[in-house]
């Protein structure tokens, strides 16, 4: 117990001298809530849009006042020819053309089909299912007001009355569902990268092996390496919660003290990762790389960007070997389901298996290297 003792206050005495390892502690979590919390949105809006209305009637102006009103279009051109209406998408200040033919007030008025045409820019795929979609139902909503005002008929009563709820975020937020992921993020990017440095500079500085001449054992000196990180993970924790609920107004529907409790597996299993990788590089680099090689896949296939359900199978398997993929699910689970324990059971084993399988690695990696 001396032993450890020995190392935790040799480690805490390290980090309180090292700025740069502090001003990551307490700064990475604030830079990459801000960027990636205002950055990374799915619903995008007020998408720059050119109108050619060839009818210039009272109906036109309607159905474009509906499309303003959505605020899903800012209608900031008036083209006079689809000449105009193509120069203006080709050029990118509008990604979305809407052209009215000559008879659309006349076909309104007489009850006939009046067709719209809506040209959208699909080169940016979110912005064109956005706007493909929205320009649909506002079609739709349109269409039923006119049958509903002009032709008399009784639509309060359809003959399907499908009604559908959405759960935990009713309103859609993008905030809600990306701040609790991009915690995650950094836990794992500043965990991984701050424990995988720190053997291989002890090593690159020579202090490695006058640890070993002591009577200290592998696991003993493990240990001392990994709870001073586990004490700066809470801390960057504490900071981003702060900021989700603060800036970006995330509601914490479960209880604080699980999500810091369950919090610890998944911080164990970073350090232990990070532990690994430090046994395994030759020098900093080396363990940065490494680093980087194994963030690429937990940002992309964790299921934190893109929903794992829509992958190819192989890789929905390959994302099951990511400790990010079961934290995301405790997380999102108790912030924003308020679901506790009882439901995140078989993501909590998973990441006490990551841990062990990890620190067992690690410490035998260790223990050849001092042989």
Known sequence: ???????????????????????????????????????????????????????????????????????????????????????????????????????FANNVQKGESASVQVIVDASDNMVANQAMATANS??????????TQK???????????IRVRAWYNPDGITAYYMVPGILGIVVTLSMVMMTS????????KGTLEQLIVTPIKSYELMIGKIIPYIFLGYIQ??????????????PIKGSLLELYGLTLFFITASLGLGIMISNIARNQMQ?????FFIMLPSIMLSGFLFPRDAMPRIIYYLSDVIPLTYYLDIIRGIVLKGIGFSYLVSQVICLILFSVLFLTISILKFKKKIA
């Not at 990374?40 to 009818?55: A, C, L, N, R």
């Not at 020819?81 to 000559?102: L, R």
């Not at 440095?197 to 690159?204: D, N, T, Y």
């Not at 363990?287 to 680093?291: C, E, I, N, P, T």
């Open 138 to 147: 506002i079609g739709l909503l349109k269409s039923q007001e006119v049958i």
């Open 151 to 161: 032709l008399h008929i009784d639509l309060t009563n359809p003959p399907y009355d």
């Open 197 to 204: 440095m720190s053997l291989v500079r002890e090593r690159e």
């Open 287 to 291: 363990a940065f790389q490494m680093s």
């Open 237 to 250: 924790i504490t900071v981003a919660l702060l900021v989700g609920v603060l800036v970006f107004g995330v």
């Open 1 to 103: 117990m001396g032993r450890i003792q020995a190392v935790l206050y040799k480690e805490f005495l390290h980090i309180r001298r090292d700025r740069l390892t502090l001003g990551l502690v307490f700064m990475l979590p604030l830079i990459q809530l801000l960027l990636f919390g205002y950055a990374i949105q799915t619903e995008v809006k007020h998408i720059p849009t050119v109108v050619f209305d060839q009818s210039l009637s009272e109906e036109s102006r309607d159905l474009l006042e509906a499309f303003s009103a959505s605020g899903y279009y800012d209608v900031l051109y008036a083209a006079n020819s689809f000449q105009e209406v193509n120069d203006m998408i080709d050029s990118g200040k509008a990604k979305v053309g809407i052209v009215f033919p000559p008879g």
